[in-house]
């Protein structure tokens, strides 16, 4: 493991598999009446959030506590240039408190890889703009081979808003590294500036169209469009999108009797996701990803922090 | 600074055309130029010159001093020092001060504040729109008539993205023979959060993409005003293939453009941004952004044919914390006065697509030409001109120090390359401010 979770570049698939076998470990304990392991007893963990969140914040929080660390949730809201304080200054004002690791949440990319260059604290980053949001991705992909057994050679269709997306980010890296295809779908104006070199460089595929990729997805990934980017211009009503883009009820039957269904939240029903996809008892792995959550992130903590040394 | 206007004889400096002279200052002109070794005489001080090159004194159209506003970050004296430093005798003041340079008092201030430093002629660009908020001229007019003589006027940082506005601008500047220096921006197609060169990087980065067509589109429609208007209109800090192109054509149709190259968008590019690079650092952060290698192949082609007309260096000090922020809330702008010309030679003289006499071209006659300083600056080394001189080692090799800088910010994306070519003297009217390449 490296110093710091900041990337899904910063694991391998030998990684991943750590991670995740003990996630499968820290998974059984969520079943418990008694959920406290000792493993990170005395260490001190912020969530250091810039931006609002509340399931990321909440499951960081949950993963800490039951391995018994302290954990503070600081609300940094609004951006420090706007207070006239520098991140630096912010972030080296919460560490000199004397903590063992920062959860870090912002609303700007390539945030939480700054922050690691100023602390000397192992850093994971809970989301960082646009850019990554590599625990997420950990969860779902944890979630994939809970159901699926050996993503090798599966084929996962990542739908919807990936010019926004960090999830999707995070998830591509993720999913290409353990062996799967990936077809990222999107109307144009919704696809990362350069995506065909990048899909051309990393081996990933592309699409605007929906239909023909669905019966050949092993899962697939539905991603949160926000409404507000109707005024951006990137696509005229929500109409037109649940028709281009959205997992509809009819979609559901391009689809095979148990391909899972995956959704970062919050879920915009009848937008990207209609309720039968949402709700659908033998796909819709939501709810999986929600409580996968809280055994990686465990498990991220104890490989990132069980083993350092308390100053 | 020293006071005594007594003689100076630089021996043995290498000219434009090749030949090797003895150059007699007095006066603040020089005085003689002697191609016999010894012929030239004395003077009550001598600069040893041997293997150096005699330039013109550099001029530069884009400079930020951040006087009155941001005196943490540079003022005018400390930015004159950088200027000295970096081989300069004049540079043009940009407008983004606060309060902002739309007023002849204003622009008569930052024009005193350079005369009392006096290292450097310190020239105001006036701001194109009042307050730069790109709706009403600024005074334009009075700010020609001034003591400080504006004759460039630019909203620099900010586009003039009105159409109506530019053109009205265009027109009135030709009154006095001003010339509307361009930060060419469509705000529509790159809005304030825009800070990376959108391409397949800022797309994986997750950055907002600043894209070059953004630039080309207000290139493209500047020159079709200027060719309306029968105005002048000069395209700041070309960073695109697409812009260069634009350009080239606009002057074979006998258009009245000129455009400039910073020294950062010659040899810097975007990938510096990539996490494999050290990731979202903000000291390559810059208003255009750095751009592809093949863009900065296309600048320096252009540079060396013309189609650029000039470097300018963008020069944009910052203090320390104004950095230290997320990238996308991190300041632009990137420092530039004291390493311009070793960049220059780095990058376009090492390489052969510019001889010295190029550089006097681009970084002295063009400028001056263009900022309407001509009379002063940017004269040929020739009997009777103005003794506004530099003197360039083309063989000195030095790692760039941030911490030696004269300036008063620390945001230098040059910090540890090794560059090509030291100023060793510059004389502004015959008096050395760069002396042995330490201030005096």
Redesign the interface.
Known sequence: MTRHLLSIDDVDAAAMAEIFDTAAEMHDVQRRAVKKLPALRGRTVINLFFEDSTRTRSSFEIAGKWLSADVINLSAKGSSASKGESLRDTVLTVTAMGVDGLVVRHGASGAAHQISQWVDVPVINAGDGMHEHPTQALLDTYTLTRRLGSLEGKHVAIVGDLTHSRVFRSNVKALLELGASVTAVAPPTLMPAGIDDWAKAAGFATSYELDPVLPSADAVMMLRVQRERMSGGYFPTAREYTVGYGLTRERLGLLGADTPILHPGPMNRGLEISADAADSVDRSVVLDQVSAGVAVRMSVLYHLLAGEETP | MTEALGSLLIKGARLLDETTADVLVADGRIAEIGTTPGATGTADTTIDADGLVLLPGLVDLHTHLREPGREDAETVLTGSRAAAVGGFTAVLAMANTSPVTDTAEAAERVFDLGRAAGLVDVQPVGAVTKGLAGAELAELGLMARSRARVRVFSDDGRCVHDARVMRRALEYVKTFGGVISQHSQDPALAGPTACCH??????????P?W?GVAEEVIVARDVMLARHTGSRVHVAHVSTAGSVEMVRWAKAQGIDVTAEVTPHHLLLTTDLLA?ENG??DPTYKVNPPLRPAEDVEALRDALADGTIDAVATDHAPHAR??K??????AAFGMLGLETALPLVATVMVETGRLDWAGVARVMSTNPARIAGLDSEHGRPLATGEPANLTLVDPAAVATVDRDDSVSLSRNNPWHGRTLTGAVRATLLRGVPTVLEGALQ
């Open positions: 959108e391409g397949e990087l800022s797309g994986r980065l997750g950055l993409g894209p996490t990731g979202y914390h104004d230290e922020h997320a990238f996308v809330d």
